[in-house]
């Protein structure tokens, strides 16, 4: 499934650029017959788009409605909150629409009803079905919603803007997609043993995303240092947003710490896609 | 399912108490799952507990809460995450598009008593597995506290009763917003954002500014969660604690009364449609 077309030696490499492109057209083909699809509904398409934003509105706007109340969160004030929220939170949206397929829930769905089966058969790469088997439209609310509590965060929190900043906090966004990404993969690739398991990932996803979402010194020594030298999590948003408001980073770490967020998400992603290769040959091994 | 029990003139209690038996049963049967859903519950309360208590360092006691407070409040909406289906409720839905309802109408059996039975049984199931388990963890781990006496322990029992009440009325309400249009899970997704708000499952509503709490204490939404908490806390007592009540109890005939209503035109709606 990995390997392109056999083509000689001398023009193997325009091969490579060839069939990727052929592959990048063949995923935005999928998502365009899922977004047409999906749009066929206008008015449920839009409930569908107003409603999921509003979930992550709330749970925002609930944060900031009783801030006043307390003053700060542990010495961070309500910008600096929302330049760590709005990150993880856009973060974790563009990783939805790009891995949906790979969520445990939807993945176990195709194994269980045999049309995993399928994708193995059609003459496509299996990953890019799979990329290309879950884009849910009515999450681009959630971007931009996303983007206005990034860019409230970015004003409001007094940070001096650099190329510099603005150089880490893209490396952060995509170090978050590319490691939420491989957590999505992980959790996809357990459902070919067990769907039982399934929940437990939601801690590690959905619970991450959390976790990041606030400043991480609020946690504790052992939840904060479980979530940054066993789980790497601190690298993705937490080091390169203290670096930016000019805050020093625990344990003494160096500055270069917060620049990692680009190198951790992708080791996370390349972990997970191995992982992901074991669990497609066991899924063939067994027969089903 | 069900025994076929002869139609009786009378409301049926044997047929609606078996129905919430089997609701409760029902809800053992995947105990692998339950304990995984514990484990990420008990997470998420850390998490959430973080949040508060960071929110606490600078002030020991925010609208009569203290950080304790906070922490019980925690462990408290924890527990009751499953068993008054905060995250929303989709069953009913389901069997109105599916066109299930139809065959459901067949049954000799008042269709919104017996998903009141149904979910009072399934509310019961898992506030007896996910529940009490999530609030004996946060009181060995956190302290968190429990209702201050007998009086406390009634307040708070007949308020979570009342609280489950309003809440499944609500999600009964939404649910049959599928007779009328296909694009029922769009607005169910609307209505649990803004019962997560409005409950104080998000926060416990006394910290929201006077005008926030204002525009709620004319909703049902803090019937549904927030009053329990404040009764268990022993925030609000005496004739405080009676007088919330009362609203709860009348929140939860209106909104009865309302799912009654909403649905005999719904059903009206789904004859004319042929089913």
Redesign the interface.
Known sequence: MDKPSVTPQHRQKEGRLASAIHHLRLYFLLLRAQARSQAVYRVSFALDAVGSAFITLSEFAAFVLVLPRFGSLSGWTLGEVALLYGLAELAFVLMDLMFGGFDAPNLSQHVRSGSFNTFLLRPAPLRLQIFGSDFALRRVTRIFLAAGILAYGITASGAVWTPEAALLLTGSVLGMVAFFGGLFVIGGTLTFWTVDSVEAMNVLTYGGRTLISYPMDIYGQFLRKTFTYLIPAAFLSYFPVLHVLGRPLPDGLPLLAASLSPLVGPVMLAAAFAFWRVGVRHYGGTGT | MQAALPSTRGPNVALYASVARLGFRRQFAYP??AL??L??NL??G??RI??L???????PR??GYTVQDAITYTGLTQALIMALSLFGWTDFMRTIHRGEVASDLLRPHNLLAFWAAQDAGRAAGQFALRGLPMLALFALLWGATFPAGPDGWLLSTLSLLLAWACGFAFRFLVNCAAFW???A??????A???L??GSGF??PLA???PW?QAVLAWTPFPSMMNTTVELWLGVRTGPEAWTAMAVQLGWAMLLFGLAAFVLSRGLRRLEIAGG
């Open positions: 692998q799952a995984w859903g484990i990420t997470f998420f850390v998490l973080a949040v208590v960071a929110l606490f360092a600078s002030t925010v609208a249009s296909p694009d899970v769009g607005f169910g997704r609307f649990w954002a803004v997560g708000l998000l926060m910290f929201f500014p926030f």
